[in-house]
């Protein structure tokens, strides 16, 4: 039985809030401008609760089982954030308010940049950007920036690895770069030789996610930085993959220029179905100045100008950097975001955090050495928070990836990300995060197991995977035909009227 | 800490590894600049958190503390329980983007139901599943037309009625591009008429954007503004904010080609500015021109109805470089809160907030016009929004009305050369008759001492 959509459980005059009356004299509605109909749905209280209710139990998430999907760090998201989160002097404040009454929300700022900085080893941080994809957009522009600021104008080619990830050749042509991919090197490296050929004059950069999305640590990091500053380039770090780093190493150490850190990854904000994420981008010292506008800064006043007697003697307040590329979005980015990271990151203090890179990468570790022999592994290295195995078998041509992954949803859990990356054939990400204990890595290589021995015996239980879903495998050909992308608002409510 | 593992079950994992120290995963990073040490303060237990956390919150006065007449594109309204009832399950609040289809068929029927009421409330035919915030949304708004056109129309025209911190993020979003942007530019007059805009749109021109109601709160139909637009082969964005809506004439009705807009008056919490909720509404004809995700619908092997991510090919993990936008997330779990609260007003609700959003503004806006020295200056129909010339700088009166507790208007002059000594004003349901006879009471009282 399938749950109806909102419009179908509507019934006429049916209601769940209420306002009251208007304690003031009225005045005339504007003629001319109002609506003639307002076709919405009319529920009560306890349909709309049930309608969610029954809606939320059709997902997976991580509340309810492992989510092993490589690149998207899906680890616990703690309930204390969503309550920090939610404290009223947070959550109830307007983001234009005069500065003075949130010295709170900018101190929390403040220092989110400091710790952020002190953790990727970057000289500032903007907390503006909403999302990884908005941060890389970000960090291009502050790169093109500093480069037309220094008369390099005919720089206009970008060096994508094929190891990267997938947004990075989108965000490059959408500020309007000539994308140039690299190729990897037998270990999963990028080539030298590649990256050689293309270090020339034209290069605005490199965008460089390392670790990749092999899940491996590029063995020659500090040559393929060295090689791109030599020839002007920039070194832009995608830190989707962070959690591998967190108090191993500061990407700023390594020479990166500008990286972006994922709040909903690495700092276990919910991904919340699809967003909000949070994309902050950290910079080198000669790219602070053109930080999108504002940055949250901190200025100690001298004694004498303190008034009355208060012993508070820092202010927080807004800088704009002097060369800003401008703003990318409206207000202070997303505020509710920064207290749930920032909350984790006082929770872990420096060797917590250290200890949550060292688990996520045992813990991939620990299921690759399970999985070795039942699945191939195409770059057959200690990987870092995450692998690659090949979704595939020479001996059953017919089971692909996805037919894997479908019938992984019968054993309970969600799949890794499959087909990306695309060097990989047939490939299955897997990314266990620090949070899933020794037992539920143990069910997984179990269930991982079982499923390699079916695809061996039983071909077709896995072609028709799944069979315990809420629904089966989806006609996606219809969908994108038909197009079918609202309810028949006229068709439910017109007859009411 | 969340981390589960015990040191046995580490002995035993490192030993199936074939390492004896966790150290040893590491080789790979540069020995120079491996394991430094944090300058981060040391770990505290959740109890500890919660009372920092508190403390820091406290130094802040919230909504609750002051009463406030703040908007300027961020409204204070009352939430519904239920709202945040639902976003708290943790089968919404922790899963991924529904990429698997049969095990997120909450997620994506949430989405369709987003994208059903989005395009109700709009007065258009298709919403996608939502973009960052108003400003963003109004961005992919210029991109979207821009690629409609192939590149060959550069001329962008934006209403400096649209909210400046959206006209900035678009400038931010066209750096390098050869989009022109004109219309907004120093020496027009920022509470021109619509009309005025006209004489900007040539044969060149992709866009004309607009806002309803406008940054000063005022409403205007613009059917002869999309005309123009229309003639010339532009197309016309307006850009809105969808509480509005319950009482107001769709902007699908002036022949807009896009609609976007903040939907945070929508239900969600003001969170000093995010997370909040781009809406984008357009015409079937360019759904595949469109940026951000969509739900359709289908069926499954078993005739079932379901939903899926659709037209997926535009996006930038199929297309790679050739991708509509480099956008990978929606504003997911805001959508869904907005969708919550839009079922939980239903018809009803949304018309009653609107109208008394409506009545308390233009109660207040007569109050304060009938004060020496306060002139309220729209004199065309406007929403929950007004803009008044004050006898004194802005900042002044914030001052002292914030000693009254009252949250003051925004400060035009801020972002208006010509605005100087004028507040923008809004009222919500949340202000009682008390709060508006206490803000004028207090205003009049205003000196320059």
Not at chain 2, 215 to 236: N, P, S, T, V
Request: glycine share 8%.
């Amino acid at each position: 039985m399938t749950e109806p959509l909102l419009c179908e459980l509507s019934v006429p005059d049916r209601r769940a809030t209420r306002f009251p009356e208007a304690d003031v004299p009225k005045s005339e509605l504007p003629t001319g401008f109002l609506r003639d109909d307002l076709p919405m749905p009319e529920l009560s209280e306890l349909d709309v609760i049930r309608h969610f209710t029954r809606l939320s139990q059709l997902n997976y998430s991580i509340d309810s089982g492992m989510y092993p999907l490589g690149s998207c760090t899906m680890k616990y998201n703690p309930k204390v954030n969503e309550e920090t989160a939610r404290l009223a002097g947070f959550s109830a404040v307007h983001p234009l308010q005069p500065i003075s009454t949130v010295q709170g929300s900018l101190e929390l700022m403040y220092t989110l940049q400091e710790y952020l900085g002190e953790i990727g080893g970057f000289a500032s941080v903007s907390l503006q950007p909403a999302a990884g994809a908005h941060g890389e957009f970000t960090g291009l522009l502050i790169i093109l920036a500093y480069h037309n600021a220094n008369g390099e104008t005919k720089r206009d080619k970008i060096l994508v690895p094929d190891s990267a990830h997938g947004t990075n050749p989108a965000t490059s042509s959408m500020s309007g770069l000539k994308v140039v991919e690299l190729k990897s090197d037998a270990r999963g490296n990028i080539d030298l030789e590649a990256l050689r050929a293309e270090c020339n004059d034209t290069l605005v950069g490199l965008m460089f996610t390392n670790p990749n999305t092999l899940g491996l640590f590029d063995e020659n990091v500090e040559e393929v930085i060295r090689l791109v500053h030599e020839a002007g380039g920039l070194v832009y770090g995608d830190g989707a993959n962070m959690n591998a780093l967190l108090g191993v190493v500061r990407p700023g150490d390594l020479g990166f220029d500008v990286m972006h850190y994922n709040l909903h990854k690495t700092f276990s904000t919910p991904h919340g179905g699809g967003g909000p994420g949070s994309g902050p981008v950290g910079v080198a010292a000669h790219l602070v100045d053109y930080l999108p506008d504002p940055v949250v800064g901190c200025n100690p006043i001298p004694k004498s100008e303190i008034k009355g007697g208060d012993e508070k003697t820092d202010i927080y307040h807004f800088i704009h950097p002097p060369k800003s590329i401008g703003r990318v979005k409206s207000f202070n980015g997303h505020f509710a975001m920064m207290v749930r990271a920032y909350t984790y990151i006082r929770m872990y203090g420096p060797d917590g955090l250290r200890k949550i890179a060292e688990h996520a990468v045992l813990n991939a570790n620990y299921l690759y050495s399970q999985l070795r022999d039942a699945y191939h592994i195409p770059y057959d290295r200690v990987c870092m928070h995450e692998f690659v195995v090949e979704g595939r078998w020479p001996d059953v041509p017919d089971i692909h990836a996805l037919d894997i992954s479908k019938r992984m949803m019968d054993y309970g859990l969600h799949p890794p990300t499959n087909y990306f990356p695309l060097i990989v054939h047939e490939s299955l990400m897997i990314e266990p995060t620090e949070t899933e204990s020794k037992q539920t890595l143990d069910a997984f290589v179990e269930s991982m197991l079982n499923i390699a021995e079916e695809a061996h015996n039983s071909p077709e239980l896995l072609q028709n995977a799944p069979y315990t879903t809420p629904i089966g495998r989806l006609d996606e050909v219809k969908a994108a035909k038909e197009l079918v992308l609202c309810c028949d608002v006229g068709a439910y409510f017109s007859n009411q009227e | 800490m969340y981390i589960p593992h015990t040191d046995n079950d580490r002995e035993e994992m490192l030993h199936a590894v074939g390492v004896k120290e966790i150290e040893e995963l590491f080789t790979d990073v540069p020995s120079a600049h491996i394991f430094p040490e944090l300058d981060i303060p040391p770990a505290l237990t959740e109890m500890e958190a919660v009372a920092h956390l508190e403390k820091i919150s406290q130094s802040n006065q919230s909504v609750r503390d002051l009463t406030c007449f703040l908007g300027a594109g961020a409204y204070n309204h009352f939430t519904p329980a239920a709202v945040d009832s639902i976003m708290r399950r943790g089968e919404f609040l922790t899963a991924y983007t529904p990429y698997q289809p049969e095990i997120s068929q909450g997620t994506l029927q949430a989405i369709f139901d987003y994208q059903s009421l989005v395009a109700t409330l709009t007065g258009m035919e298709v919403s996608n599943a939502s973009h960052y915030d108003g400003a963003t949304a109004a961005a992919e708004a210029v991109n979207m037309a821009y690629a409609n056109f192939r590149g060959k129309k550069s001329r962008v025209v934006l209403s400096p009625a649209l909210h400046p911190q959206y006209r900035e993020t678009i400038r931010t979003y066209t750096r390098g591009s050869v989009i022109d942007i004109v219309g907004e530019t120093d020496g027009i007059d920022p509470h021109g008429d619509p009309e005025d805009l006209i004489s900007f749109i040539d044969d060149n021109t992709a866009l004309v954007m607009v806002q309803y109601p406008d940054f000063f709160g005022r409403i205007y139909d613009f059917r002869k503004l999309a005309e123009a637009a229309h003639e010339k082969g532009a197309l016309i964005s307006i850009s809105t904010n969808p509480l509005s809506l319950g009482l107001l004439t769709p902007p699908g009705e002036f022949n807009a080609d896009i609609v976007t807009g903040e939907g945070q008056a929508l239900g969600l919490p003001l969170s000093y500015g995010g997370p909040y909720l781009g809406l984008f509404a357009t015409r079937k004809k360019f759904v595949r021109k469109m940026a951000g995700r969509l739900a359709g619908e289908t069926v499954d092997v078993n005739g079932q109805r379901g939903f899926v991510l659709t037209l997926t090919a535009r996006e930038q993990h199929i297309r790679r470089e050739k991708a509509t936008s480099n956008i990978c997330t929606n504003q997911g779990l805001m959508a869904l809160a907005s969708t919550v609260y839009m079922s939980m007003l239903g018809k009803g609700g949304l018309r009653e907030v609107a109208e008394l959003c409506y009545q308390k503004a233009h109660y207040a806006a007569k109050q304060i016009n009938s004060l020496p020295n306060y002139v309220v200056l729209n004199d065309t129909p406007f929403f929950n929004e007004f803009m008044v010339r004050c006898p004194y700088p802005v900042d002044k009166i914030n001052q002292d009305l914030l000693e009254r507790e009252i949250l003051g208007g925004y400060d035009l002059g801020l972002e208006y050369v010509s605005l100087k000594e004028h507040m923008l004003i809004a009222v919500t349901e949340m202000n009682s008759r008390q709060d508006i006879e206490l803000l004028v009471s207090t205003l009049a009282e205003v000196s320059d001492d």
